[in-house]
């Protein structure tokens, strides 16, 4: 793909949030975890594009929106090496990583099915935390069990 | 400056080291007179949505000997619960009538979500397979008691150390005080990964073991744990681990004079009737003490004693 064709299809946008180097599995989590299904925003969506990095990725251009940090860093769980890029006036402002929060709520499903979080009308909340081994792990809020990435389920 | 006024207890870590210290030097206040009738005029809720006998009349034994209120049930049979209230609107109910809820659930992680929504300080007195604090206080006590001080002891701790909630909360708590750790379980019921932590991230260290025999002569403390049949999701399992560690009088030759046996109680067999005699068997005075515990967070937490 020739430079000027790459700056394109990420600049294609006026005002904006590009977000890069999603794993193709994860984009429409991505999707879900933002709340972007309900945004009234245009939203351009692609996927299983090729990827030096990833293989195949996904890409999700936002426009008009802006992301907090603690939002968009919740996308870290399944994207930790996503890029966001903002765009102002076709020009890219900044572009930075994605980084893992300290906190996440009420996106992940609890993995205990005794915890109070699936048997009564409770919000979830996870502190992340780092094992011995530096996995990043869920431990939850409430009833303090710690899960792996692999079981993490999204609600 | 610790003041404990108004702060649930859900998990033994929510205090800190100094706080423990705290509630284990006003219970020493009420080992000496336990009839302080400083509870004269407020009422106390006791919500067990499962029954638990020997927590309960432990705890109801404290406020009436305080001279406090009980009211609330003691178990889900004679609650709103069956008629399918949820717990948030029993907590938010009850913090109408009480100054102080204490209560037993089988859901893990449903004391710290009543504690969120409650008008009121809560006591965990067991939320499923989570956490027991007040069993940690007097297990703490205990050992503070017999050997005179919580800091450098070896603690042996014996049995299943997978699923006993008593022993990760002992363990979180005991990685404050210097401890090492002498770990006995049978391969299957290992301390997690998840508890180990708080030995290391405290800079201490432990030792595991298969055998019950290699301890003895290093322990101060001996805490013995029930292998629960209901914590297997295979019957067969629980058959081959059942009698691994049972403790005799016999085997207690050789041990250190200051040794002390513990145990959460009730016991099925893993300490053999014989060293009930014995001057190092402390798990009945153990019991007692949890009164005296319960009375002193009670009374921290209702800003009644500092
Ligand atoms: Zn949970």
Redesign the pocket.
Known sequence: MSDKRKKLQVSALKNGTVLDHIPSEHTFHVIKILGLENSKNPIYIGNHLESNKLGRKGIIKISDKYFAKDEINKISLVAPKATLIEIKDYEVISKTQVEIPEHIEKIVK?F?PK????NQNVE?KFTVITDHHGRMKLK?H??E?TMAKENIEFL | MINLKNRSLISITDYSKEEILKVLDIAKDFEADPRQRILTGHVIASLFFEPSTRTRLSFESAVQYMGGSIIGFASADTSSQRKGESLKDTILTVSNYSDLIIMRNPM??SARFASEVAKVPIINAGDGANQHPTQCLLDLYSIQKTQGTLDNLHIALVGDLKYGRTVHSLVQALSMFNTTFHLVSPESLKLPSAVKIYIKNAGLEYYQYTELSDVIPKADIIYMTRVQQERFPDPLEYEKVKNAYILENSMLDGSKENLRILHPLPRVNEISEDVDDNPKAYYFQQARNGVYVRQALIAAILGLKE
């Open positions: 609890c205990n915890c109070v979080t699936n979830t939850c409430y009833c069990k | 893990d992680g």
